[in-house]
């Protein structure tokens, strides 16, 4: 059996019994932080349930699902980490229902075309958007849900050779905001809503910190993130959004930035 094998043979609470208590109260406080927030035309995947798209089964509660993957994803990568990739919000095919940001359900469940879920976690994770919701089409039914930039932005980190506990992916605001009566759709967030979701993100930043990380390279998903970022005083290098044909320019973008930075 490989140490992989192994390691996805593990509990969770094996795994997490496997890092220092100090750093996992940590984190696990900023994630029970998160669950706390409520907003309107916004679902917090770690603090709400939506029966209409979600597994609903006794013994499962699909937030606290999405919080043992956020946890199980940031203890190793948190004071490690050299490069944060910081896009926009949670999108409906990504975070919305991995809680893991720029991250999408088939990626953790192996059945993605490029990204393996040892890339993301050295343990089994699991899907909440429900098998059998008429909400979702087929194959999101068969497979969970796949998001074209997730894939881009982790092809990117693969394709360069990084190592991908090297880095650390978020969202400035790191929720899901979604359009009034449509939960599987995305919206900007508004100016209120990014200041809210910056306080998050320099949390985050400050507690990489905290657990003995350098500064990193901060990457923005499109300029227009890098441009939000810079009003809160973080530097942030915009990349090509990967939507409407920018995939290979963000590709080539993060290469460059990478090369230059991170000699």
């Known amino acids: 059996m490989s140490l992989f094998e192994l390691e996805k043979s593990m509990s969770f609470d094996e795994y997490i019994a496997s890092f220092d208590?100090?750093?996992v109260a940590k984190v696990r406080g900023f994630v029970d932080w998160l669950a706390q927030y409520q907003g309107s035309l916004v679902h917090n995947p770690w603090g709400e349930v939506n029966p209409d798209l979600e597994i609903v089964a006794e013994g499962f509660d699909a937030a606290q699902v999405r919080r043992d993957n956020l946890v199980a994803y940031l203890l190793p990568r948190l004071g490690r980490a050299k490069v944060f990739v910081v896009?926009?919000?949670?999108g409906y095919?990504?975070?919305?229902?991995?809680?893991?940001a720029?991250?999408?359900e088939r990626m953790l469940l192996d059945k993605h075309k490029t990204i393996r879920a040892k890339d993301i976690t050295q343990i089994q994770l699991e899907r909440t958007s429900s098998p059998t919701s008429s909400l979702l089409k087929g194959t999101q039914q068969k497979d969970g849900f796949n998001e074209p930039t997730d894939t881009v932005v982790w092809s990117?980190?693969?394709?360069?050779g990084i190592d991908p506990y090297d880095t650390l992916l978020w969202n400035i605001f790191p929720f899901h905001p979604h359009k009034e009566g449509n939960p599987l759709t995305n919206r900007t967030p508004t100016d209120k809503e990014q200041q809210l979701g910056w306080e998050y993100t320099k949390r985050l930043l400050d507690l990489h910190l905290e657990l003995g990380g350098v500064e990193?390279?901060?990457?923005?998903?499109?300029?227009?993130?890098a441009d939000t970022m810079g009003k809160f005083g973080l530097s942030a290098i915009g990349l090509r959004h990967p939507a409407n044909g920018g995939a290979n320019?963000?590709?080539?973008?993060?290469?460059?930035?990478?090369d230059t930075y991170l000699r």
């Not at 095919?93 to 893991?100: H, L, S």
């Not at 990117?156 to 360069?160: D, F, H, P, Y």
């Not at 901060?218 to 993130?225: D, E, Y």
């Open 21 to 23: 208590a100090e750093r």
């Open 87 to 90: 896009a926009e919000a949670v």
């Open 93 to 100: 095919q990504g975070g919305r229902f991995t809680g893991i």
């Open 102 to 104: 720029i991250t999408c």
């Open 156 to 160: 990117a980190i693969v394709e360069k």
């Open 216 to 225: 990193p390279l901060v990457l923005a998903v499109g300029q227009k993130s």
């Open 249 to 258: 320019l963000y590709r080539q973008g993060f290469a460059e930035a990478v």
